[in-house]
């Protein structure tokens, strides 16, 4: 079988040296950002790094299990496979189970996962990792997710990474920083939100990704995250948290959510100056960090809030319908509401 791999034997696997290619690996949507960790072990700066991937060239109708690291350029040409990338590895099934796995190995039962490719001898998923103490995660490196399969039948290998790179930002208040946002939502537990600084997002990659939470994901991580995602995000079903660079003039436009099955869009909220809902919350030059972030309500639950508001100060609300078949039940609950 022909194609741009690095063929080893399985006792091999972790001893060679080599030039891995990212040809097998098609970036589907990489964030450009993530947050940076410091030197310590007992930070709380970390976030998931999710990103999605189509991995090609491989053995039809085969299942695989695989690694994934965080590699940065010299892993890529020089070191070997042994001590190549770094970071604690998470795995997102269509299924729904996540799995949160340290010290991954092809050869240790439980420290790696499976994926089984198509008719095609393809296979496109959610990946994901959660970075260490490891300088390859500090401020202002970039790393490149780094795949590392072995067939199960077949014992077809495959090394390579991703070539779109991801480029760590420390949480703070200058304009080289980043500031968390968090907040809740009405989208499916175990889907994704995908930030952007565009409000249309085609052949655009994403600031930053996150993931809505149900009350079986994140407990793994959750000691090593910044103190609200600790507190208010985790475990709670329908929050979310991702980041923002501070330097963004135009702020975040377009928040995405996406299915975990298939990656496809679910529904998108866009706001055009930066300045999200009633309660106009910026995002514009952001400078709060970790500490001041922002919160934001899904746009149904501010525009509750506002009316709530108008209404207590003996405000009016014009209620339109505007669909022909909107417009009976419009006119009854504007009734209904005095």
Not at 109 to 122: I, S, V, Y
Not at 293 to 308: C, D, G, S, T
Request: hydrophobic share 40%; charged share 15%.
């Amino acid at each position: 079988m022909k194609k741009i791999l690095l063929l080893l034997g399985v006792v091999m696997l972790g001893q060679v040296q080599a030039q891995v290619t990212s040809s097998q690996i098609g970036p589907v949507l990489v964030p450009k950002y993530a947050g940076a960790t410091k030197s310590s072990s007992g930070d709380t700066t970390r976030t998931p790094i999710i990103f999605r991937v189509r991995i090609n060239g491989l053995k039809p109708n085969e299942k695989y299990k695989y690694i994934t690291k965080g590699s940065d350029t010299t892993d890529l040409k020089t070191r070997a496979l042994s001590t190549a990338g770094a970071g604690n590895m998470i795995t997102f099934n269509s299924n729904g189970t996540f799995k949160y796995i340290s010290s991954q190995s092809l050869s240790t039962a439980g420290k790696n996962d499976t994926f089984e490719t198509n008719l095609m001898g393809e296979y496109e998923g959610w990946f994901g990792l959660i970075n260490t103490s490891n300088t390859r995660f500090a401020a202002g490196k970039t790393i490149y997710p780094l795949f590392v399969a072995l067939g199960l039948t077949s014992n077809d290998t495959l090394i390579g990474y991703c070539a779109d790179g991801i480029t760590f930002m420390d949480y703070g208040t200058a304009s080289t920083n980043a500031t968390l946002v968090w907040g809740s939502s009405q989208a499916v537990g175990k889907s994704f939100v995908a930030l952007y600084d565009v409000t249309n997002s085609a052949g655009v990659r994403p600031l930053s990704i996150g993931l809505v939470e149900n009350s079986a994901v994140s407990a793994g991580w959750k000691s090593l995250t910044p103190t609200a995602v600790k507190n208010k995000v985790i475990g709670v079903t329908g929050m979310w948290s991702a980041f923002i660079p501070n330097n963004l003039s135009g702020g975040l436009k377009r928040i995405e959510n996406l299915n975990l099955s298939n990656g496809f869009l679910a529904y998108a909220n866009n706001d055009g100056d930066g300045v999200w809902g009633p309660s106009k919350k910026s995002t514009v030059n952001a400078s709060g960090g970790a500490g001041s972030h922002i919160y934001l309500l899904p746009m149904f639950q501010e525009a509750a809030k506002f009316v709530r508001q108008l209404t207590a100060r003996r405000g009016t609300v014009l209620m339109v319908g505007t669909k022909r078949q909107a417009r009976d039940t419009v006119a009854t609950e504007a009734q209904r509401a005095g």
